[in-house]
């Protein structure tokens, strides 16, 4: 059965640091998808990036990015130059399967952000 | 413009009354989901479309159907609405397996 799990549950920075987020996850299967969503103090959930397991290379979405280690079943999500809006709660989620065939997402129980002046 | 809006925002319910939660989304997405986020249970899958007619049971379906009338339109109906059902609840789409939007959810208090 697949799994995510987040052990950080909560990190504070400071203002234009870097922040690196765990998230490691298992599969039986060969084929599968990363993601990692933002949700904000008002409730809103926001899809931020996306990795797709036969992808070698590290997906970069703005000031997003990840570390894909695929032997040791890893993504991390890394935050350059966090600014206060960045605070939030951070869920890991995977997804298994091909692209055209429904599997349900599995979240991780989530990582909050804190980010300080 | 939100392309996921769920109604109502906020909901409040008698215990053995019927609840209905409406979700549109106008990416054009063929697949459509419904949650229910907890503290300490993370976000719980309740049911899911492929389309238009079709609905599936999720991890946690009981005291819950869906209908989907449209390829835009997705509803949560809860029959006979208990206290355990108090919740936040959130509708997403998505384009087949691939990453999903969410609404801005709708706060359900069942008294």
């Not at chain 1, 549950?9 to 870097?18: A, D, F, L, P, Q």
């Not at chain 1, 996306?50 to 032997?71: C, I, W």
């Not at chain 2, 609905?55 to 809860?78: C, H, M, V, W």
């Amino acid at each position: 059965a697949q799994k995510v799990t987040q052990t950080q549950t909560s990190i504070s920075v400071m203002e234009k640091t870097t922040v690196t987020m765990d998230c490691v996850y298992e599969t039986q299967d060969s084929s599968y998808f990363l993601f990692w969503y933002k949700q904000t103090a008002s409730g809103e959930i926001v899809f931020l990036i996306r990795q797709d397991s036969y992808k070698k290379e590290n997906a970069t979405v703005g000031h997003y990015s990840l570390n894909f280690q695929k032997p040791k079943s890893s993504i991390g999500l890394i935050i350059t130059a966090t600014q206060i809006e960045d605070s939030a709660v951070y869920f890991c989620a995977m997804r298994e399967g091909h692209s055209s065939s429904f599997s349900k997402l599995v979240f991780g129980q989530g990582t909050s952000l804190s980010v300080v002046p | 413009e939100a392309a996921v809006t769920q109604s109502p925002r906020n909901k409040v319910a008698v215990t053995g009354g019927k609840v209905t939660l409406s979700c549109n989304q106008t990416n054009n997405h063929n697949n459509m989901y419904w949650y229910r986020q907890d503290t300490g249970h993370g976000l719980r899958l309740i049911h899911y479309s492929y389309g238009a007619g079709s609905t599936e049971k999720g991890d946690i379906p009981d005291g819950y159907k869906a209908s989907r009338p449209s390829q835009e339109n997705f509803s949560l109906i809860l029959e006979l609405a208990t206290p355990s059902q108090t919740s936040v609840y959130f509708c997403a789409s998505a384009y087949w397996g691939g990453e999903q939007y969410f609404g801005p959810g709708t706060r359900l208090t069942v008294l």
